[in-house]
């Protein structure tokens, strides 16, 4: 018998306006155009995938089909609080992360802890893409974030993020 995989497809609307609107506001954002969320959301997409390339590497050489915490824990993690805030769902970043994981490996597994640590390490690394964005916005002297400002603050962050 042959065994099939299920294709998860557009997972990325499970982190939805409101769990990102509430990253937004604590980071210092009162005002945020409508178009912020679909630009965070690329911008989350484009950060796992350099993550799980890099992760992809490390369970092959240990022919595993789990990842562990420990896989995680060599690489350099920056800006991530110990204290997690809950802002997003469990269930709608896991399946964001397996559905993004299945294009570099199919038939991976995920331990519980890691999926809270990259949880954690989304939630961080959103408020700091926030708060990084405000200081642009605040540079041109606006009330409102717009896509621009997040686009700018990503490509700051993404090449020092972890």
């Given at each position: 018998?042959?065994?099939?995989?299920?294709?998860?497809?557009?997972?990325?609307?499970?982190?939805?306006?409101y769990s990102l609107?509430?990253?937004?506001?604590?980071?210092?954002?009162?005002?945020?155009?409508?178009?912020?969320?679909?630009?965070?959301?690329?911008?989350?997409?484009?950060?796992?995938?350099?993550?799980?390339?890099?992760?992809?590497?490390?369970?092959?050489?240990?022919?595993?089909?789990?990842?562990?915490?420990?896989?995680?824990?060599?690489?350099?993690?920056?800006?991530?609080?110990?204290?997690?805030?809950?802002?997003?769902?469990?269930?709608?970043?896991?399946?964001?992360?397996?559905?993004?994981?299945?294009?570099?490996?199919?038939?991976?597994?995920?331990?519980?802890?890691?999926?809270?640590?990259?949880?954690?390490?989304?939630?961080?690394?959103?408020?700091?893409?926030?708060?990084?964005?405000?200081?642009?916005?605040?540079?041109?002297?606006r009330e409102t974030?717009?896509?621009?400002?997040?686009?700018?603050?990503?490509?700051?962050?993404?090449?020092?993020?972890?």
């Amino acid at each position: 018998m042959v065994k099939t995989h299920k294709v998860l497809r557009d997972n990325i609307q499970g982190i939805n306006r409101y769990s990102l609107r509430r990253i937004a506001i604590e980071a210092g954002n009162p005002r945020v155009s409508g178009l912020v969320y679909e630009e965070v959301r690329s911008i989350i997409v484009a950060w796992l995938e350099e993550i799980f390339k890099l992760l992809v590497a490390v369970i092959e050489q240990r022919r595993a089909k789990t990842i562990k915490i420990r896989d995680i824990e060599l690489f350099n993690w920056k800006y991530i609080d110990k204290q997690p805030e809950n802002k997003l769902q469990k269930l709608p970043v896991e399946r964001l992360l397996r559905e993004v994981i299945q294009d570099y490996k199919t038939d991976v597994n995920f331990s519980s802890d890691v999926i809270d640590f990259l949880k954690i390490a989304l939630e961080s690394y959103l408020f700091t893409l926030f708060e990084k964005a405000s200081e642009y916005r605040k540079l041109e002297k606006r009330e409102t974030l717009f896509p621009g400002d997040v686009r700018k603050a990503s490509n700051d962050l993404l090449e020092c993020f972890f």
